[in-house]
């Protein structure tokens, strides 16, 4: 009984955020095939193999430990950070590999932005935080790409009097969106979010999936979320990841929220266990 | 039932808790008040202060403490803090005369103290500072004790300058500045009109060609203008200019031009005057230039902020009680102390007769030193810290290399300093040939004693810099050396400031290793460049107790002391003052 409750919850969820986006064929900004990733003697991710289409919001989506943050931060080699981190397979974004020593992670990550699930914004001014990314990236920096960006971050209104006060004077809410306005005054390519709203009350929450809603016209987001609801409201795609970092599914998110083809999914996002 | 309940209530004991938290309280107090003791001395003994009769005392008291307390509980305007202050002014009296007679008749007299000296420092001392701290958070005492602090702190650092430059070439450095930094302060200055200009990114070539030509031309340019003149072009005209850009922006021009312009016209006709009172010109033009200059700025936005403008007269206050405090001890004729640090103390030099005896040349050692050890510790301390902790892996044989790095630094801070004096010795002065006892061999040598406590502390603070603000950073596209440079040190830097301001002061505490390199106890000219011979304060001092006459033990000593201390705490102010900046966006 319990279930089925919870079951048609979800369908609703979804049925009432028809997303509305062209169904025009998906053109593929990053696939990876036999991805595995170990760090020390642990296998975090594998084999997975996956195709993420432009301009669309993909959730990826699974219970805690099961290589989502992992898969995200090997997108944009994030992952080179960590010392004990091993990369085995192929991961492509436009059809390069990216882990190929020609290809210099730096570079890649001035296409492919990226917000983190605590929100962190520089002991720096507004301004200066918007501004950093164009900055390093030796881009011109005018007021016209800072205020741009804050107005996709939908937060130019909130904040075009303190431009000048430091970026950690913001509510929590405000800092993430800092963060996103933060990642795409470059303009990247691809947004990755991880958990970006675990860390918010719900307001701010939902202020936040109603910008990756706008997001997703200019960019391709792909977004590793704890919250089953959000990426049934916010996603075209969903990726479940299961324990031992295993692709389990990946579908559009209707098919895998009202029909998924593996009982564990369903399990799973019917909150049997996770 | 219920009364059961309630005698378990009452049953926790918290007796070791108690005792712990005292023990601890006496132990913290029992050092601080045994130093506290000490300094009370040295500082009698400093300003003479035994032989200054009580209506001297009275005297000052009046004209000089209350003004200053009334000034302080006027501004803090708190009933509670008036009360308190009263109580301790009033009561620490009386309390102090009982007490002081009662323990002389019982145990007999002591040396050197009298009860209006305990009276001074047990309770006046403390309540001033205490008024004065509840001063300054309020406006009136802020603006009052922010100018005194200018006041103070320009004249410091005019000094400061005036003694670097006994050292440091000033025809090489107005060339430098005429050539290289004023350039490329106008490119970026011009670059920040004209943002599309793109002079800002131009002004680092600027400025680093216009050194290589400063340099060069040094050796070239056969004639130079007077050391009064390059100091009016090359330091007196950038500060007030300086002052009046920070004017500017917020206060229009008018304002701007006057906060320039008077102090520097002020100090160069203070220059010009100086001369004919026999005062040294060049030092007196310094000082009213950088006290002047910041006062300006400071008066100027007092008053267009227009809040808090009688604390204005805090330092004319402070002057007018000195002024008729010396009058009445004058036409009265009551003793006065004769201070062992006076003027002649500290601009002449050592001397075999105790009154003719002055630490100069020792300050001027001192203040050199310790500007090359600042600068040297700096770089190759921030320089390791950032490698150890941002650039080295974690594997392989560059890990395996930085842990033996790590291990060594933290057992290096723990070597005698003789042994760093020993290290000076065979590398800089004999091997390098920097020369025996010269102020570079000294810096050299107290920047490698020092080094290991700067890394470490710079590393700690680099270490509790935040990883998720590296994460954003690199997440960006920024590079490593962009996120050290944006991210890691700016957030890192004041920590990385307090522990360098611990690690010089103990090296301009430092005596061994300056022996070791043949540094001179006692030199009778002040250096004249960074290869002479060159004694530093410890080394006077230490040299000064051995002499015979008790006069030393009891007066110059206790001066040098008292010199040392008030030249290590205005260090350590500039310090915070430099952290409490970097602090702030």
């Keep these: ?274 | 039932m219920a009364t059961e309940t309630g005698t378990k209530f009452q049953a926790v004991s918290r007796l070791r808790g108690t005792v712990f938290e005292y023990v601890s309280l006496g132990a913290s107090v029992f050092g601080i008040v045994l130093l506290a003791a000490l300094l009370v001395y040295v500082s009698i003994d400093a300003f003479d202060l035994a032989n200054a009769s009580p209506q001297w005392l009275l005297t000052y008291f009046l004209t000089l403490v209350v003004p200053l307390i009334g000034f302080c509980l006027y501004s803090a305007d708190d009933r509670q803090i008036t009360r308190r202050t009263g109580l301790a002014v009033g009561g620490g009296l009386v309390v102090s005369a009982l007490v002081f007679t009662g323990v002389e008749a019982l145990v007999g007299p002591i040396d050197r103290l009298s009860w209006p000296l305990v009276y001074l420092f047990v309770f006046v001392v403390p309540t001033t500072g205490y008024t004065i701290f509840a001063a300054n958070q309020e406006t009136v005492g802020g603006v009052g004790f922010g100018l005194l602090g200018r006041l103070l702190g320009g004249t410091a650092l005019g000094l400061a300058v005036g003694v670097l430059f006994l050292v440091f070439d000033p025809q090489l450095w107005m060339l430098a500045y005429t050539f290289g930094l004023l350039p490329a302060a106008l490119a970026v200055g011009y670059g920040q009109w004209r943002p599309d200009s793109g002079m800002s990114s131009k002004a680092l070539p600027i400025g680093i060609v216009g050194l290589v030509v400063a340099v060069g031309l040094r050796q070239v340019v056969p004639m130079y203008p007077t050391d009064f003149i390059i100091y009016i072009w090359s330091v007196s005209m950038p500060i007030a200019a300086g002052g009046a850009a920070l004017v500017a922006g917020q206060r229009g021009r008018t304002a701007a031009l006057s906060v320039g312009l008077v102090p520097l016209a002020v100090a160069v006709a203070g220059g010009f005057a100086a001369a004919g009172f026999g005062l040294p010109s060049k030092t007196v033009l310094l000082v009213l230039v950088t006290a002047g200059v910041p006062v300006a700025v400071f008066i100027s936005r007092t008053l267009t902020d227009g809040e808090g403008t009688i604390g204005l007269v805090l330092p004319i206050l402070l002057a007018a009680g000195v002024l008729v405090g010396a009058l009445i001890v004058d036409f009265a004729g009551f003793p006065a102390p004769d201070p062992w640090l006076d003027p002649s103390y500290v601009t002449s030099s050592p001397s075999r007769t105790p009154v003719d005896a002055g630490l100069y040349p020792a300050i001027v050692g001192s203040v050199i030193i310790i500007a090359l050890v600042a600068v040297l510790s700096f770089v190759l301390g921030v320089g390791t810290a950032v490698f150890l902790e941002e650039y080295t892996a974690g594997s392989g044989w560059m890990g395996a290399l930085t842990r033996l790095i790590q291990v060594n630094i933290a057992n290096l801070a723990a070597v005698p300093s003789v042994v760093y004096g020993l290290l000076g010795l065979g590398l800089f002065a004999n091997f390098l040939g920097f020369g025996f006892g010269t102020a570079v061999t000294a810096a050299f040598t107290l920047s490698l004693l020092i080094l290991p406590i700067t890394i470490i502390s710079a590393q700690e603070a680099i270490r509790a810099v935040p990883d998720s603000l590296r994460q954003g950073s690199y997440g960006m596209g920024a590079t490593r050396w962009q996120t050290t440079k944006n991210v890691v040190l700016p957030e890192a830097l004041p920590g990385i400031f307090t522990g360098t301001i611990l690690a010089l002061g103990r090296a301009i505490g430092e005596t061994a290793p300056l022996i070791m390199i043949g540094a001179a106890t006692t030199v009778f000219s002040a250096p004249d460049s960074i290869w002479s011979k060159l004694s530093a304060m410890p080394m006077q001092i230490y040299a000064w107790a051995n002499f015979p006459q008790a006069e030393f033990r009891y007066g110059v000593v206790a001066a040098g002391v008292m010199t040392l201390l008030i030249v290590l705490l205005g260090m350590n102010a500039t310090a915070i003052i430099l952290r409490n900046k970097s602090e702030g966006v």
């Design chain 1, 1 to 274: 009984m319990a279930t089925q409750q919870s079951d048609s919850l979800i369908t609703t969820e979804v049925s009432s955020s028809q997303t509305g986006r062209s169904a025009a064929p998906d053109e593929t900004v990053i696939s990876s095939t036999d991805l595995d990733v170990f760090y020390d003697a642990d296998k975090a991710l594998d084999d997975v193999s996956i195709e993420i289409p432009e301009h669309k919001v993909t959730a990826i989506i699974g219970p805690s430990g099961c290589g989502k943050s992992t898969f995200l931060r090997c997108i944009n080699r994030m992952n080179d950070q960590i010392p004990a981190c091993e990369v085995d397979g192929e991961l492509h974004f436009h059809g390069t590999n990216v882990y190929d020593p020609q290809v210099d992670p730096v570079a890649l990550r001035r296409k492919i932005g990226m917000v983190f699930q605590k929100p962190n914004p520089f002991p720096k001014s507004i301004y200066e935080n918007v501004a950093y990314g164009l900055r390093v990236q030796g881009k011109e920096v005018t007021d016209e790409l800072v205020e741009d960006a804050l107005r996709n971050a939908a937060l130019w209104d909130e904040v075009k009097d303190q431009l000048d006060e430091s970026g950690l004077d913001l509510s929590g809410g405000q800092q993430q969106r800092l963060c996103i306005a933060r990642a795409i005054a470059p303009d990247p390519e691809v947004v990755l979010m991880d958990e970006p709203t675990s860390a918010l009350d719900p307001v701010a929450a939902s202020k936040i999936e109603d910008l990756i809603d706008e997001l997703v016209e200019e960019y391709t987001v792909i977004i590793v979320t704890h919250n089953m609801q959000q990426a049934a409201r916010i996603s075209d795609k969903t990726a479940v990841f299961l324990t031992g970092g295993k692709l389990v599914e990946f579908d559009d998110t209707q098919t895998v929220f009202e029909n998924p083809a593996h009982d564990r999914v369903e399990d799973y996002i019917t909150g049997k266990f996770g």
